[in-house]
């Protein structure tokens, strides 16, 4: 593993392992979205630390949950609704656009990599998303804005209106089952790939962070860009720690780069 502190030479390092890779999957985490203003789960002082999720159980159980885990819901959407996507997100989708990122697998929920302008069929949401509902019964889509004024005329949400069943937002919460669609397609990206960069992601939150290391094992190369350091670093052929755009190349393609990566 070789780590990077210099900011000029992590630009051209990230640059080099983008021109020497044909088949690259991006791999975001939190940091991304932070950048755009988005709060996370860990900081200090963070508003999800107020409007606490509520565990799945619970919200499947309990109509007096689901009203409070409505109320926090929209308590949250009124904090980053606004917000758009960052510079990270403008660059990953230059990479999409540009056909070497042939995947982005996300732990995100914020909807800000389609709002960037990358096709649906190219991003995994590991972590579901929180733009639209579900019902917990039939599958059908449900929109945010119809569950909001129905539940702020009667103050609790309403039910299915196809089959009667339990509406909830489209993410996995605590004690939920990892989507099994979304992460047999991560598996099949990683699996194909032949370089993983890892954006803004602590790399903590299993199965999902396991996930890059299925591609280093397939024979990929990896690339970890994050402020802290993370458990897959041993496994990462160079890791750049710092503010993400800083550190990012500013277009694709990236043909005036040397294509060499310099290695220990």
Sequence with gaps: MHEQGSLARARDVIAAFIRSCDRIVIFTGAGISTEAGVPDFRTPGSPWLVHKPIPFQDYIASEEARIEAW??????????RHLGPGTTHQFIAAGVASGQVSAVVTQNIDNLHQRSGIPEDRIIELHGNGSYARCMSCEGRHEIETIRAHFEHHGYPPACDACGGIVKSATISFGQKMPTDALR??????????????????????????????AVEAGARLLIVNREKTPLDSAAECVIRGDLPATLPEFWPLTDMDASVTGP
């Design 71 to 80: 109320r926090r819901k929209f308590a949250m959407d009124d904090i980053y």
């Design 185 to 214: 397609r991560a598996r099949d990206a990683m699996t194909c790939a032949d370089g993983v960069i890892v954006l803004g992601s602590s790399l903590v939150v299993r199965p999902a962070a396991d996930l890059p290391i299925m």
